[in-house]
Each structure stands twice: as C-alpha cells, then as structure tokens.
C-alpha cells in the first residue's frame, strides 16, 4: 500500500456541487498539507497542518475548507464547486523536523463542468 | 509573495550529456532547498536536498547551492531517457511554518 493515499484518484463535478478529497497516510508524520497544480502555475498550498488541532490556511485557501480528521487523516473540500477549480490535487506529509523532504500522494485530477 | 524562479522549458539534451537546471528565489531567509523530479501526470519525487552552500552529489545528481546569489542548481550526468520529466525546484520559507514553495518547473527532454 502507498505511504499517502488520495481518494478518489478521477472526480467530475458539477459547478456548485459540494465535493471531498481525502488523504490518509501511514508514515506516521505529523504534518500535512493540501497542493494544487495547474499548468504554468506549479504547485501551490491550499491549506496545511501540524497537528489534529492546528490547522493554517495557504496561499489559495479561498473556496476550500479542510479537516484533520486525525493524525493520519486530511480532508479538502469544496463547498460550492466551480470551473477554475479545475485542477490537480495532492496532499503531502512531512516529517520535519526530523526531515525536510515531502512524501506526497498520487493526486487527484479534478475536474469541475 | 515567496517567489521560485525556473526557466519552463522545454530543455533537450542528447543521451549521455549534463543536463542543467536552473533555479533562483526571492526569499533571502530560505535555508532548505529541495529538488523534486515528477513524470506526467505523477506526482513528485525527491531527488536531491540541499542545506548549505557548495555542492552536493548523490549519484548522476549534483546540487549546488550559492546563498549570496539566491541561487539553485541541480546537474544531470550521463543523461538518460529515463530522466525525461518536469524538474521542480523548492525552497522553504522562513517562518517557523518551514512550508515548502515551488517553481513551475522546468521540463526535461533526454533524446536518445
């Protein structure tokens, strides 16, 4: 089984639906993060998590909100889904301070109609 | 805005060349660098970190890093097919956060 696993891996959606994107993680990190990727603008960070109870928002948290259901546990959603949320999604673990590396998951290509 | 810089490409070498990548950030107080290699539609892979100035080999990789210029690059020896895919350069903040930033990346074509 991979170390960070996303659910699902392929999601079309309707513009104003409501949609969840899960991550769990069997690497025992306590850090987790949110990213989405579109063409030309790299990687950027939705929100991100130190711990259950420490939650921070990233540079595009607007229209996202998230849940850290537990250590292993970060969910991302979607209230009211639109167009230019199009995109491909992946979450990440850290085990900083130990490392500095980031293990990310497979991603899930969303795609919102 | 935390700002990496990398040129999009596309960059070709032939089979067996150095490939060179480039990479410069705006924050001068990064002090953990990170070089990430990711296949279409994967996701990305560590290949390389670096934490202090000069270079760092691991295998066909060199790292070099120059703190005063704000500067990042990553060397590909004996260049292989197999190392045809988009390179994205990282830099942490310098915050207690210590959040990753990345460069759009720069992508990689070994011809062979």
């Known amino acids: 089984d991979a170390d960070v696993t996303q659910t699902p891996r392929n999601r079309i959606t309707k513009t104003g639906k409501r949609i969840m994107l899960e991550c769990s993680q069997t690497?025992?990190?306590?850090?987790m993060y949110w990213y989405r990727q579109d063409p030309g603008l790299g990687l950027r960070l939705i929100y991100y998590?130190?711990?259950?109870?420490?939650?921070n928002k990233g540079e595009i948290s607007d229209g996202y909100s998230v849940s850290r259901q537990a250590q292993a546990k970060f969910s991302l959603s979607l209230e009211s889904a639109i167009p230019n949320q199009t995109a491909l999604y992946f979450c990440?673990?850290?085990?900083?301070?130990?490392?500095?590396?980031?293990?990310f998951g497979s991603g899930t290509r969303l795609t919102v109609v | 805005q935390k700002e990496v810089e990398q040129n999009s490409g596309p960059l070709s070498v032939p089979e067996g060349a150095i490939a060179s990548l480039n990479c410069t950030y705006s924050?001068?107080?990064?002090?953990?660098f990170f070089w990430y290699r990711q296949y279409s539609g994967k996701s990305p892979e560590l290949i390389m970190s670096?934490?202090?100035?000069g270079d760092k080999e691991d295998g066909r990789f060199t790292a070099q890093l120059n703190k005063a210029s704000q500067y990042v690059s990553l060397l590909i020896r004996d260049s292989q097919p197999s190392d045809s895919a988009t390179y994205l350069c990282a830099v942490t903040d310098q915050t207690g956060a210590n959040n990753l930033f990345f460069g759009t990346g720069t992508r990689l074509t070994v011809i062979p």
């Open positions: 998590s130190f711990d259950v109870k420490d939650i």
């Open positions: 990440a673990t850290s085990d900083f301070p130990r490392g500095y590396g980031y293990t």
């Open positions: 690497k025992g990190h306590d850090r």
């Open positions: 670096i934490y202090s100035n």
């Open positions: 924050d001068r107080g990064s002090q953990s």
